[in-house]
């Protein structure tokens, strides 16, 4: 019994360009992914349904961001806004002082003093549960487009 294996040369040249070849398809798909991850997150997560939009400036925050060092490709989604990581992670208020000048919508004829006691506030995740809720797709989607690379070289 004998066999014969034809195309190996050509095997053989895809896989020695299929680091270089690899690495820009993860790239791009990552890209591609961090830019769904941030239109899911702010479509889906910080119009009302995690955190409720005031003045748009924690859903405005929202980027995508991918780095490559040629091993490892990361991609990250993150905001700038001081209190994006307060509502993601949860955390502490603690007690404080505050000058009260309106009750149930009314305007106080003499301001007065308040202290709000300390408070814990439960994390509203909206970059990470947004990476959940997307995380299946984006790995069949990345493993798509690297077999679809190698089946095409």
Known sequence: ??????GLDAMIAVLAKAPGLMEKVVVAKMRDAMIQLER???QNKLTGQVLHVRTGNLRNSIHPNVESNGKTVVGTARTDVK???FWEFGGIVPQHNRLVTKVFGHEL???VWGTWKERTVA????IGSGMQDLLPLFQQKLGTAVIA?????
């Not at 019994?1 to 034809?6: A, D, G, K, L, Q």
């Open 123 to 126: 994390p509203r995740s909206f």
């Open 149 to 153: 690379e190698v089946l095409r070289k």
């Open 1 to 6: 019994m004998s066999f014969e294996i034809t």
């Open 109 to 111: 004829k003499f301001p």
């Open 83 to 85: 209190y994006g990581v």
């Open 40 to 42: 899911h997150v702010k």
